[in-house]
């Protein structure tokens, strides 16, 4: 759905409630079916149907340690039958079986019902076996908490706000509690990465071209994807390791993939919040009354002057700021959102939980970026942090988050895709991309 979501999508949740509507839910499904390298597929969950590929762990090792990937189908229902498109909503760290049961019904009808619509589970995430699970406090953040996993701190010469002291600490504690649950060899931690999503994919699809269920399907072999945000980076690394068996890709709301890769994160944000809502009547009176509530939760003053509340404002306005960053990747829907949201800051203080399994994201990007940011300091982090903040005050301090969180994550991806992006593939990928998306806008 989107590039990064700290923050829950029960946001969106009064947008698609089929998923509460469904018999059994999909870990009980999903525990049911046999493993199989043969793509066997299961009627589940009302108009669904189920498989679980069975798949090396890791790809370099095909005698090792086995990988359960679950897959959710919404199957074709007109003829001619045209084949199977692949999907993944983005994330990192998402859960793509979560997100076909809530949008794959309104995605299929955008594309026709000649093809199955097929989501896979991505490595360590969701509903994939085995799953990391090593940060299921979801509590928010509660202070700076200095338990650093051995990291040195010295805030004397601090430039960073209390936000981002507190994630730095709390994630590398994290860190060094998922390497124990996770890191190890035949454990999930290690084998995230994007090229183990993009391996699986090849997988899937040689499964179902070998079996029947691809009879009278032109070319079988060939993959169709569609994939949004953080999925367009899958689609750019399948393109240049498989680049014949590229079908009909569409890559929806493109990473710029060197970006991304590099750790960098500095082209995500060439857009403002406010380029969206100025678009409406009165747009001078709404941005001077955010500013105005914003400047409420004044972290510097609150710092200088050594209150007691300094970590509860800087922790309330990122909060406020991420929420607001976040409901720009869906403004029609989020912005109804945000007003009460805004309504209720003006009024007390703020209250936005974290979501779910945060290491999700980590375990893929970090281990994406090849670790490169593993042990960096707070002070080396904290340049890049505000050049994020300049580049654009709201949605900064998101993504200098994850920056800052891989500092804390030493979990190395036993894959990685190393190589250059681009290339001549069997067919030409279509580029969908706006230029007011919060997160992988459309830059020259
Ligand atoms: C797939 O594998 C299962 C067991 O692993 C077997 O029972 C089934 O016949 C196979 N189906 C096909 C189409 O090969
Ligand atoms: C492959 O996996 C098996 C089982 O985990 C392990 O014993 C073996 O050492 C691995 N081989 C390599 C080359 O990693
Ligand atoms: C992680 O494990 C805990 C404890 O078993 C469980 O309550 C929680 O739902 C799990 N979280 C995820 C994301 O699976
Ligand atoms: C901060 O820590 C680093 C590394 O631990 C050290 O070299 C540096 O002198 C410290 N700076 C201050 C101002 O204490
Ligand atoms: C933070 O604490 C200061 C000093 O006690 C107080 O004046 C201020 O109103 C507090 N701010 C918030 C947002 O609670
Ligand atoms: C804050 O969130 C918690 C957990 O979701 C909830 O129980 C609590 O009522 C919320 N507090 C306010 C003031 O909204
Ligand atoms: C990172 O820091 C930890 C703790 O100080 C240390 O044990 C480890 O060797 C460091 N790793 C790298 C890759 O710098």
């Known amino acids: 759905m989107t590039l990064l979501l700290f923050f829950s999508k029960l946001l969106f949740a009064d947008e698609s409630t089929n998923a509460d509507d469904l018999a059994t839910n999909p870990t009980d499904t999903f525990s049911q079916i046999t493993p199989s390298i043969n793509l066997t597929w299961c009627p589940c969950l009302g108009k669904f149907e189920c498989a679980v590929l069975d798949v090396p762990l890791d790809y370099s090792n095909t005698t090792g340690a086995r990988s359960f990937v679950t897959l959710l189908k919404i199957p074709a229902t007109t003829t001619p039958y045209k084949g199977m498109v692949l999907t993944n909503p983005g994330g990192p760290g998402e859960s793509a079986i979560d997100d076909l049961l809530n ?46 996993a051995g990291r040195s701190s010295n805030h004397s010469a601090d430039l960073t706000g209390p936000f981002l002291r507190s994630i730095f600490f709390n994630d590398g504690y994290e860190g060094a509690t998922c390497q124990t649950l996770t890191g190890g060899t035949n454990d999930a931690g290690p084998h995230m990465s994007t090229i183990y999503l993009v391996q699986d994919m090849l997988t899937i699809v040689d499964a179902y071209a070998s079996n029947p269920q691809s009879q009278g399907v032109k070319n079988a072999l060939l993959v169709n994807f569609w994939g949004f945000s953080y999925g367009t980076f899958v689609a750019q690394t399948f393109a240049p390791m498989y680049p014949d068996r590229v079908g009909r890709f569409v890559i929806d709301r493109v990473v710029d993939p060197d ?186």
Request: proline residues 4%.
């Open 103 to 148: 949008n794959g019904a309104y995605e299929a009808s955008i594309f026709g019902s000649n093809c199955d619509f097929v989501a896979w589970e991505p490595r360590g995430i969701g509903y994939s076996i085995p799953a990391t699970n090593c940060s299921s406090s979801l509590t928010p953040i509660p202070g700076i908490q200095e338990r650093s």
């Open 259 to 444: 970006d991304y890769r590099s750790g960098n994160l500095l082209k995500n944000l060439e857009f403002t919040l406010f380029i969206a809502i100025s678009r409406v009547r009165n747009a001078y009176d709404i941005f001077e009354r955010f500013e105005n509530r914003a400047e409420r939760l004044d972290v510097m003053k609150a710092e200088e002057r050594g209150w007691e509340n300094a970590t509860a404002i800087s922790l309330a306005l990122e909060g406020l700021k991420q929420f607001a960053h976040i409901v720009a990747y869906e403004p029609i829907s989020g912005f109804p959102a945000l007003a009460p949201v805004l309504l209720f800051m003006e009024s007390a203080s703020m209250n936005i939980s974290k979501d779910r399994a945060i290491e999700w994201t980590r375990a893929v990007a970090c281990s994406d970026m090849g670790n490169v940011l593993y042990n960096f300091t707070l002070q080396e982090l904290a340049n890049v942090a505000r050049r994020m903040e300049e580049q654009n005050y709201v949605g900064g301090g998101f993504w200098a988050s994850l920056r800052v969180a891989c500092a804390g994550w030493g979990i190395e991806g036993k894959g990685r895709y190393t190589g250059a992006f681009g290339g001549v593939t069997q067919n030409p990928m279509l580029f969908v991309s706006n230029t007011i998306d919060p997160g992988t806008p459309y830059y020259k």
